[in-house]
């Protein structure tokens, strides 16, 4: 006997729970409107919705800082160039499914939309990102936990959790077993000083100003004479 999920666009579930691929798709494609803004999780047979509006403040300032900080290391360092996805849709048919806050890719092999296709990142037809991330508010333990394992099994190299509360970022790199491995330097930003990213946190959970903190941030990546 089967079972389905059934949700209501009143009250989503903010936990992950068994479900089916057409359970997703159901929910993904339900053209009533919902109640919330939602991003949506799917790994074999398991199902998680979180509400986009749900992690406040907190979780919205910190990651439009963290981009910018990124833009402007970027911009400094030749060779960096990169196109950001962030918050869009990634899916392995039949199988898996997130919407990571923040999605790398390299500008050489970035996603392109065309006219009449649906508005997301297919992995049948497009290769993984370089890298994705989760901004960690009060999602922290899901987000060492089951996201990690959907990121590591979608093959993508590198995973970034930015916990909010604690000023800190995790980086994790894909190993040949197919497991991550913490580190303390990134693959993709290669150069980039994960210590000086979390100061910057640090520092913005002082001050709350964010053109402050990026003014700050671009002093210390200038090359020195």
Request: glycine share 4%; aromatic share 12%.
């Amino acid at each position: 006997m089967t079972t389905t999920l059934s949700i209501s666009n009143q009250s989503a579930p903010t936990h992950w729970q068994s479900a089916t691929w057409q359970d997703y798709l159901n929910y993904r494609d339900d053209p009533e409107p919902k109640m919330i803004s939602y991003r949506l999780f799917f790994n074999l047979n398991r199902f998680l919705i979180t509400d986009m509006g749900g992690e406040g403040l907190n979780h919205s300032k910190f990651s439009d800082l963290l981009f910018l900080i990124i833009s402007l290391w970027s911009m400094q360092s030749p060779g960096q160039e990169f196109t950001s996805c962030g918050r869009c849709t990634l899916e392995k048919p039949e199988t898996r499914s997130a919407a990571p806050d923040l999605v790398f890719y390299s500008d050489a092999d970035a996603p392109v939309w065309q006219e009449g296709e649906r508005r997301f990142i297919n992995l049948d037809q497009w290769r993984v990102p370089n890298l994705v991330g989760e901004i960690s508010d009060t999602t922290l333990s899901s987000d060492l936990d089951e996201k990690k394992q959907l990121y590591s099994a979608l093959g993508i190299p590198e995973y970034w959790v930015v916990s909010v509360r604690g000023r800190e970022i995790f980086v994790f790199l894909l190993q040949e077993d197919g497991k991550y491995q913490e580190s303390s330097e990134s693959q993709f930003f290669s150069g980039l000083k994960i210590d000086l990213l979390n100061e910057a946190l640090e520092q913005f959970h002082q001050s709350q100003s964010t053109i402050k903190i990026a003014q700050w941030f671009s002093q210390q990546i200038q090359p020195t004479t």
